[in-house]
């Protein structure tokens, strides 16, 4: 149950293809073979109220959050991390390079007991490979 959140500065609008970026960190968290695809969610949320650092106009941001279920070891959740921070740096390689943009990753462990889901899409995806 991997859901990422990307939340970007507006500023980004124009300059940054936000749905492939979603795309770009869909593909690493299929890659990392940590999870079922039914269960990948990704999403973005475009913030239009900010303060960054010294609050120059240009400052930009994307913040990615990774929520995990409990129960993969620190060695696989770092190699997931280190792979999609990788992948979404590459996808943003431009922005790195200027020195009012921040790019940062986050991955934090649901907690089974206050944690309840139901996914419909897990029958259909595991009958589709079999």
Sequence with gaps: MPHFT???SSNLDGRVDIQRLCDVVHEALSECGLFELGALRVRAFRCDAYAIADRLP??????????MGA????????????????AAAAFLRPLLD?????????????????????????????????
């Excluded at 240009?58 to 929520?67: E, G, K, P, W, Y």
């Design 71 to 86: 129960g993969r070891n620190a060695q696989d959740r770092e190699r997931a991390g280190q792979a999609i921070f990788d």
């Design 58 to 67: 240009q400052n930009a941001f994307v913040d990615m959050s990774l929520r």
């Design 98 to 130: 200027d020195p009012h943009f921040a790019l940062s990753l986050e991955i934090r462990e649901i907690d089974p007991v206050l944690s309840w889901k139901r996914n419909a899409m897990h029958p259909r995806l595991r009958a589709a490979t079999q």
């Design 6 to 8: 990307i939340e970007y």
